[in-house]
């Protein structure tokens, strides 16, 4: 499809309503516009410019459900975005949603401007469809090949990386690091959560000082690139597209973003994948876990999160620990442990960071030898106890 096609029936719907109208991606990036009629505001005025009308209109927009519409909508404004009320007039084929067409005021259409962006919609639909066809084909066979590359097998990950190249989609280095986006939104549709984090991905991906290639798989986002990048920079990456992904999905939704060290080149990216995925797994289990969680920066917690989910139960605690539980029924022992544990056995240090005396700290020690039936005067009891008092935290139920 020429891109002239779809700008000559926006331009001629503009003139025949007498009202700007533009057309966006089903992310919010703005394909193409009108002349503007004096009805702009700034979000409409920093998309021409921009090709986007700015992350929190975008998730103010998103938040509406627009992606899920079957037919027109209303938009309400956001003052605080200087963002007027919109008409979204979703355009859709065989159920795809291939844009987004979107006219300002809608209060003040006329029924018979509502009949011409109805019978404009149906056409540019057809245009969009056949674009759409080719381009969807391309980025599924992109995607896949990410995938591949960073999740399959060694032989298929050899051929994903040579069709990644072989189709000037990511070319070759000596770096390679991966961030995973992993949304969790209860009732919310899987098609907004895609939606979210391909927005997020993309504007993170339109970094021309980096290359990017990047895959949605259910509520997962990847995000590969090649180039190398500081550590504070990665940081602030991974927050926005975490906050993005909120923004656009509203209500309980969480998203956490994983990031794994810079691996060697391609080759090596699923290293740098597998760490990812471990980080981003704590970042959504451990209590009080920031959003945007680095691998390097896991501790033991990168050996124990390597135990699968349907294995990580309170039976894999050590005996002795479960029987402290068991009778610490406010939880001050186990904490007493933990902290002097924390404090590799120093007792001053331990008692000061519990606010308590040394003697009280020692008669707590005495009383939790006495339960567990072990000395903490040993080395590999106090091993096998501080493993599963850190176990404890990624459990959701440790009684």
């Known amino acids: 499809m020429s891109g002239s ?10 003139e025949e309503i007498g009202r700007s109208v533009a057309i966006n991606d089903p992310s919010v990036h703005l394909k193409c516009a009108s002349r503007h009629f004096g009805d702009e505001d700034e979000v409409r005025v920093h998309a021409v410019l921009q090709r986007e009308g700015g992350s929190a209109a975008i998730g103010h927009m998103l938040s509406q459900g627009i992606t899920e519409w079957t037919g027109p909508g209303v938009i309400p404004a956001r003052a ?12 859709r084929c065989r159920g795809e949603l291939l844009g987004l067409l979107m006219v300002i005021d809608p209060e003040s259409l006329t ?5 011409a962006i109805e019978d404009s919609a149906a056409a540019m639909a057809a245009l969009l469809y056949r674009d759409f066809v080719a381009e969807d084909e391309q980025r599924v066979a992109r995607e896949g090949a990410v995938l591949e590359l ?12 040579r069709a990644l190249s072989g189709q000037g989609w990511l070319r070759g280095g000596h770096h390679a690091t991966v961030s995973i986006a992993e949304v969790v939104a209860p009732e919310k549709e899987e098609a907004q959560v895609e939606v979210a984090l391909r927005v997020a ?3 993170v991906s339109r970094n ?7 895959a949605v798989d259910g509520n997962r986002g990847f995000l590969l690139q090649s180039a190398p990048a500081p550590k504070e920079h990665l940081r602030d990456q991974g927050a926005m597209v975490a906050k993005q992904v909120r923004d656009a999905l509203g209500g309980a939704a969480r998203c956490v973003v994983g990031i794994g060290t810079t691996a060697g080149g391609l080759a090596e990216a699923w290293i740098s994948r597998e760490q990812a995925s471990t980080a981003a797994r704590s970042a959504r289990t451990l209590p009080d876990a920031a959003d945007v969680v680095f691998w390097e920066e896991l501790g033991v917690y990168a050996t124990l999160l390597q135990i699968p989910d349907d294995r990580l139960t309170a039976r894999l605690l050590p005996a002795a620990l479960n029987e402290l539980i068991a009778n610490d029924p406010h939880g001050r022992l186990v904490r007493t442990l933990a902290v002097y544990l924390d404090n590799a056995g120093s007792g001053p240090d331990a008692a000061a960071a519990l606010h308590i005396h040394r003697t009280s700290l020692y008669y707590r020690l005495h009383q939790i030898e006495q339960i567990t039936g072990l000395s903490l005067a040993n080395g590999d009891n106090r091993l096998a106890l501080h493993l599963g008092v850190r176990m404890m935290a990624l459990l959701d139920d440790p009684s």
Not at 5 to 14: H, N, S, T
Not at 80 to 91: E, G, S
Not at 154 to 160: G, L
Request: hydrophobic letters at 50%.
């Open 111 to 115: 029924e018979a401007d509502i009949g």
């Open 201 to 203: 991905l993309e504007a």
């Open 80 to 91: 605080d975005l200087h963002m007027r009320a919109r008409l979204c007039r979703p355009i």
């Open 150 to 161: 960073l999740c399959g097998t060694a032989e298929r990950r050899t051929a994903a990386q």
């Open 5 to 14: 096609d779809l700008q000559r029936m926006v331009d001629a719907l503009a």
């Open 208 to 214: 021309r000082f980096a290359e990017f290639a990047l």
